[in-house]
């Protein structure tokens, strides 16, 4: 196995600039560390990561906690976490969370990783102690609404300022004629969606309109279930059962609105005329569904990138404060 030596040698610089390309610091030439590249490339050269993390007390790894992987928008997160932990020579590693598990959680990552970020989920206090105990920092992209019973936030987080780019969408639908608006969302208490229907809530209040009855939608997050959910209620009225009370749905996240486009599709259930459907995140499905859906754009590439440059400051001890990113109404034809 080549050593950093033989490295140096190859690139013909000292052994010191090869760990700092291997550290990707700043102060190494374009020039040098495309020498140094080249030569760790053809001499085959892995560092001893296990020796690094014994003399530096750092895995260069972080742990990244994700709701449901098979959703284009944490995928969207995810993918400009990585590249920016990529860029600070860091690996992630990826987990889904599940809250029942967290004791299994704090055994399988002790030691393992050097900071955790969440996509908005909700730590318990003893999971946050025990990391805190052990320095290992946490930051979320996506602000936990769980956090918010007192007021108070244990832990940084990135997201939108959801209350203004609700109203926006709520006044929006309100504008075409449209009072009675349900929202779809996924019950569970440890799911961020929780933060933007409060915003939905508020900016219906806002807007001087009432929650129906029928109001509340349980989507799982999902596409399939959001597509049931809507279905068994149209299906429900299209054999004379009592009629929705809205004629508008704002749904957490865009797989439940395209859910929702797919079950009035499948009954013929024009979309917008009888019934106008939105969405919170701008995924790329949600211009190419038919109609193409109005949504809140939330700038996820910006948000992925804050919240892991918000990870690597507190790893590195810097103090870091939490980030509103502004969100923006997306018109299209779903409304």
Not at 239 to 266: H, P, Q, S, W
Not at 267 to 278: L, N
Request: charged share 25%.
């Amino acid at each position: 196995m080549a050593t950093r030596k033989e490295v140096a040698d190859r690139a013909g610089v000292s052994v010191a600039v090869v760990s700092y390309v291997l550290n990707n610091r700043t102060i190494v030439k374009e020039e040098t560390r495309r020498k140094v590249q080249d030569a760790i490339r053809e001499l085959g050269y892995r560092p001893n990561l296990t020796a690094r993390s014994l003399k530096t007390k750092k895995t260069q790894q972080v742990a990244v906690l994700t709701h449901y992987i098979g959703n284009p928008f944490e995928a969207g997160l995810l993918l400009q976490i990585e590249a920016t932990a990529k860029q600070h020579g860091y690996f992630v590693f990826v987990q889904t969370y599940e809250p029942d598990r967290e004791e299994e959680l704090r055994s399988m990552l002790m030691g393992r990783v050097d900071g955790i970020l969440l996509l908005g989920q909700s730590f318990g206090e003893e999971t946050l102690g025990y990391f805190d105990d052990l320095q290992v920092p946490v930051v979320s992209a996506m602000k936990p609404a769980a956090w918010d019973a007192d007021g108070s936030n244990p832990i940084p987080y990135v997201d939108i300022d959801w209350l203004p780019a609700m109203r926006s969408l709520v006044s929006h639908l309100r504008q075409r004629g449209h009072e009675k608006i349900a929202f779809m969302t996924a019950k569970e208490s440890q799911l961020n969606y929780a933060v933007r229907h409060q915003a939905f809530l508020e900016a219906m209040r806002l807007e001087g309109l009432e929650l129906q009855e029928d109001g509340h939608l349980d989507g799982s997050g999902r596409f399939e279930q959001a597509q049931a959910v809507l279905g068994e209620l149209l299906d429900a009225e299209g054999k004379g059962g009592t009629a929705a009370e809205f004629t508008a749905i704002v749904c957490a996240n865009d797989l439940m609105a395209a859910g929702c486009l797919a079950a009035c599709r499948e009954r013929g259930v024009p979309v917008p005329q009888d019934i106008a459907v939105a969405g919170c995140e701008n995924i790329l499905m949600s211009s190419q569904t038919w109609p193409p859906l109005t949504v809140i754009h939330y700038p996820r590439q910006a948000a992925g990138e804050m919240a892991m440059n918000m990870l690597l400051d507190r790893m590195n001890g810097i103090k870091t404060e939490s980030i509103l990113l502004s969100g923006s109404l997306i018109v299209r034809a779903s409304t």
